[in-house]
């Protein structure tokens, strides 16, 4: 009975599910964010230094992300990965015994839930976001970290796929699996002239995605339903 009923939605992975259930009008309005871009001067942890901001649920993937981070740690094992966020303690458990079992204990840090003040200088000194959801609607926390010059590496899936410019603000992986987001965060890693572009197209998107841009472009489709 929506088939014909005007649909708003805040990516292109998510107006393709619409359209595959029968929907017909579907505008695509991009979602801004409240988070004050930094200027180009960026300064990271000096080790290596990776963060994953999620509920920590099983469809978020973070053992992905903990495995993924295992690899790179063998190359460099100054590396440090934090994890940002509070969900199951069935499933936290699940990855402290990861943690512990592939002895990342003294390199792996669990934040729990933080401010979002905190979360926003821990986004600031880490020098990748590291995304392995099952499926998103719209990466938040992607286009937060890149307003604080953090790319991101992340699973092609709805909603990461939509808020990584692949190539410019960070990497889509062409097969998603720990192995293949370690590979891209090492290579990214290696190549310093890259990963700067990265920072840069990173604030110049933030910059690019405001509330009052997304108010306009709704009321614009909402005028026309009335009209």
């Not at 069935?90 to 943690?99: P, T």
């Not at 821990?122 to 938040?140: Q, Y």
């Amino acid at each position: 009975i929506y088939k014909n009923i005007p649909f708003i939605t805040v990516s292109l992975s998510t107006a393709d599910d619409l359209k595959n259930v029968g929907i017909k009008d579907i505008n695509v309005i991009t979602n801004g964010i409240y988070v004050e871009t930094l200027p180009s001067s960026i300064k990271k942890e000096k080790s290596p230094t990776f963060i994953c901001i999620s509920r920590l649920v099983k469809m978020k993937g973070i053992e992905d992300v903990v495995y993924a981070f295992n690899i790179v740690y063998k190359k460099n094992k100054h590396a440090k990965l934090w994890i940002v966020g509070e969900g199951q303690e069935s499933y936290i458990n699940k990855l402290k015994d990861i943690v512990q079992e592939t002895n990342l204990h003294e390199s792996v840090i669990f934040y729990g839930k933080v401010s979002e003040q905190e979360k926003l200088q821990l986004m600031k000194r880490a020098h990748l976001l590291l995304h392995a959801s099952i499926k998103e609607g719209w990466g938040l926390v992607v286009v937060e970290a890149a307003s604080q010059g953090t790319p991101a590496v992340v699973y092609n899936v709805g909603g990461l796929r939509d808020s990584v410019k692949n190539g410019k603000t960070g990497i889509v992986l062409s097969n998603n699996n720990p192995q293949e987001m370690a590979k891209q965060v090492n290579l990214l890693l290696q190549n310093s002239s890259k990963y700067h572009l990265f920072q840069q197209e990173c604030l110049k998107y933030a910059k690019s995605l405001s509330w009052e841009k997304a108010t306009t472009k709704s009321l614009q489709v909402l005028n026309k339903i009335v009209s």
